[in-house]
């Protein structure tokens, strides 16, 4: 079946530094959707970005992530990380192929500090 | 634009206790999901509805029932609550295309007494 493989557990980093937080995914389908959520603390995730073209960048308030299906990996990145991106970050993968649930990585915990 | 509402948003029971949460959303989205989250776990899935009145088992269903009498809802039974458990049970719904985010409601967050 599917699989979404993330960057384990806590990343920590100082306010200012870039952030990478890693998604690579399997699927036997040629199509697949990839997509990241953010979750802060006491709320729901929500969606941050998505992404079904190859090799195409997309951006949303300040992150940004490239499907590259060649490597089957779609990172999240910002160039300067804030305080408020202390969240829980998943990324997740849907197919055209008929199985109708998304697959979600495990999350990886991001906390900025000064 | 739509909404996703759980209720109830907390929720006390006792050990041994049949628990139901509901879920209803006004997007018309085909496929609804219910998560469980527990606090420094991922999401893990329960139970999801493809269409009205269909029911298919997740990777956590046992100890749960579920129900998608309408398209617009999915409720979720606890059989029987555990003692001392703690957890968020998100619900969700999307599109059936796989192009299409799931967008998740505010949760239900349970405590076992």
């Known amino acids: 079946g599917d699989s979404v493989t993330q960057t384990e557990g806590l990343v920590t980093l100082t306010e200012g530094l870039p952030v990478m937080l890693n998604c690579t995914y399997q699927?036997?389908?040629?199509?697949?959707?990839l997509f990241w959520y953010v979750q802060h603390l006491n709320e729901s995730p929500r969606l941050l970005l998505k992404?079904?073209?190859?090799?195409k960048r997309t951006e949303h308030q300040g992150f940004h992530a490239t499907l590259h299906k060649s490597s089957s990996s779609f990172h999240l990145q910002k160039s300067s990380a804030q305080l408020s991106d202390s969240a829980l970050y998943y990324c997740?993968?849907?197919?055209?192929?008929?199985?109708?649930?998304?697959?979600f990585g495990k999350g990886t915990s991001l906390v900025v500090h000064p | 634009g739509g909404i996703i509402t759980q209720t109830p948003k907390f929720l006390i029971g006792q050990e041994g206790q049949k628990l139901t949460l509901k879920c209803q959303q006004n997007?018309?989205?085909?496929?609804m999901y219910w998560y469980r989250q527990d606090s420094g776990k991922g999401l893990r899935l329960i139970y999801y509805?493809?269409?009205?009145?269909?029911?298919q088992k997740g990777d956590l269903s046992e100890g749960y029932d579920a129900s998608r009498e309408k398209k617009s809802s999915f409720s979720l039974t606890v059989t029987s609550a555990q003692k001392n458990e703690m957890a968020v049970f998100l619900c969700?719904?999307?599109?059936?295309?796989?192009?299409?985010?799931?967008?998740f409601g505010e949760g239900t967050r349970l405590s076992v007494l």
């Open positions: 969700a719904s999307s599109y059936r295309e796989g192009n299409q985010a799931p967008l």
């Open positions: 699927t036997i389908y040629s199509n697949p959707f």
């Open positions: 992404s079904f073209t190859d090799n």
């Open positions: 997740a993968l849907r197919t055209s192929g008929g199985n109708y649930k998304p697959t």
């Open positions: 997007f018309n989205h085909d496929t």
């Open positions: 509805s493809i269409t009205e009145n269909d029911l």
